[in-house]
Nanobody, 121 residues
């Protein structure tokens, strides 16, 4: 069973940057994604990446500000977050897909424990 461990969350001011990491165990050449959930809101997808790192997806609300990448030699997926806004405040979760290609936010069933990101105004 895959284990996903997120790190890198914290408190940052508006306009600042944070980098999240997700270390995965086991067979890791699957599509990976970052989701987030703010208090009182549903979990939403932020970004996804295919197993070989070529195919990437970014939600419209982070396009131009966030970047997803992966290093398969380190079994790690990253989310670089720039120009952060208070609306980005949420618990961010790493997730593994069931296949190698990114197809849908519904295709992710293995989750990490989450890391809190708080953006102050």
């Amino acid at each position: 069973q895959v284990q996903l461990v997120e790190s890198g969350g914290g408190l940052v001011q508006t306009g600042g940057s944070l980098g999240l990491s997700c270390a995965a165990s086991g067979h890791t050449l699957y599509a990976m994604a970052w989701f987030r959930q703010a208090p009182g809101k549903d979990r939403e997808i932020v970004a996804g990446i295919s197993g070989n790192g070529v195919q990437k997806f970014l939600s419209h609300f982070v396009a131009g500000r966030f970047t997803i990448s992966r290093d398969n030699a380190k079994n790690t997926v990253y989310l670089q977050m720039n120009s952060l806004k208070p609306g980005d405040t949420a618990v961010y979760y790493c997730a593994r897909g069931s296949g190698y290609e990114y197809t849908s936010p519904l295709d992710f069933h293995s989750w990490g424990q989450g890391t809190q990101v708080t953006v102050s105004s």
